[in-house]
């Protein structure tokens, strides 16, 4: 009877299938409630990650005996004048772009049928038409329209962004207090938060700086190649560098064809090595050494991050894509029954690390079962 219960096998952890199948369904309800709440949603998000990097400069001044009013409205101050800035500088030269969208088209065409021939004497016949419309030379173009649009869009809410990064900052000095009172574990409960806000804000004013350079220098690098709307390009590289590994190949892109339409083939092969040039200094020297580590995120998981939050929220999302990876990320590793879902999550050499940690912590009961045994 002893040995019949000793062979049976330990409990899983892993949810039933009909566990899995509610979990499933509430899964796709949230996803629904989160598009239709996008106009919403958005900027209630854009607001949170404003304030968890603006969190950090309050609480410093705080500490230097500034007031706390005053070192909240001078951190909003700070960010509004940063966006003033940012709308009158780039919001001419977004105007211009998008009048001069159809006529780079247009050359863009021109410049493919000199290959469509070459491919005709070849002895391949395709059907011109279809080619055409199946590269569709302007598409990146009007990707970066729609996305530069798309963020234009948020900022029609900026009043209401700033009116609730403020509050959000007000209440962030009693927020501890609150979670012990609500909860009846301060400890366990906010250093839970803690952790979130902490990986998120180091991620955020590291990616943020990094990005920076990275768009700076590639605005003054296309500036020196004479490329049209240098700042709209290093706009676009800060962006989109803030999406790993995928952004910076993203942001190449245009600038690439416009050098090729505007001087030919020199320039692309100038703008495409200086876009491998900052992005190896930047993202493999700088960005690691201020960190002191990659990010440990599958380069998988952040594809499908990346297509999953665009989809979600558009272009916002997709800015915002690896932040809130990171953020489920760090929630599903805090419980033992979800730790595995994070462990995929993870990229193979930080996979291998969660493993040996988890092996190591367990190594000393099991030596402890062995000597007992003997």
């Known amino acids: 009877m002893h040995n019949q219960q000793n062979s049976q096998p330990p409990h899983s952890s892993h949810p039933p299938a009909g566990g899995f199948l509610l979990t499933t369904a509430a899964f796709v309800i949230v996803v629904a409630g989160m598009r239709t709440a996008e106009p919403i949603l958005v900027p209630l998000i854009v607001s949170i990650f404003l304030a968890i990097i603006s969190a950090s400069p309050v609480f410093w001044l705080r500490q230097k005996g500034i007031p706390s009013p005053l070192a909240v409205f001078g951190v909003v101050l700070g960010i509004l004048s940063v966006g003033v800035v940012f709308i009158l500088i780039i919001g001419t030269s977004l105007d211009d772009f998008s009048e001069a969208i159809p006529r780079y088209q247009a050359r863009l065409t021109l410049e493919i049928e000199p290959m469509i021939h070459w491919i005709q004497e070849l002895g391949i016949q395709p059907d011109k038409g279809i080619l055409l419309k199946s590269i569709d030379p302007g598409a990146s173009m009007r990707l970066v329209a729609k996305m530069l649009s798309g ?102 892109v245009p600038p690439m064809l416009l050098g090729y339409i505007q001087f030919g083939i020199g320039h692309l092969l100038l703008v495409a090595t200086g876009y491998v040039a900052v992005n190896l200094i930047f993202g493999n020297i700088v960005e690691p050494k201020l960190t002191g580590r990659k990010l440990n995120l599958s380069t998988l998981v952040i594809f499908l991050s990346l297509v999953f939050w665009g989809w979600v929220w558009g272009p916002v999302g997709m800015l915002l894509s690896v932040p809130m990876t990171m953020v489920v990320k760090i929630v599903l590793e805090s419980k033992p029954s979800t730790r595995w879902i994070s462990i995929l999550l993870e990229s193979e050499a930080s996979a291998a690390q969660s493993v040996n940690k988890n092996s190591q912590e367990t190594r000393p009961d099991a030596s402890s079962e062995s000597i007992h045994a003997g």
């Open 151 to 252: 963020l234009g869009n948020v900022f029609t809410n900026s009043f209401f962004i700033l009116l609730t990064v403020i509050f959000i900052l007000f209440e962030a000095s009693s927020f501890q207090k609150k979670v012990g009172t609500a909860f009846g574990d301060p400890k366990g409960t906010f250093s839970q938060a803690k952790k979130i806000a902490d990986a998120v804000n180091d991620y955020l004013a590291i990616k943020t700086l990094v990005s920076l350079g990275t768009g700076v220098t590639v605005a003054l690098w296309l500036w020196a190649l004479g490329i049209d709307f240098p700042l709209i390009w290093g706009l676009l590289a800060f962006l989109l560098n803030f999406i790993p590994n995928l952004g910076s190949i993203i942001a190449a």
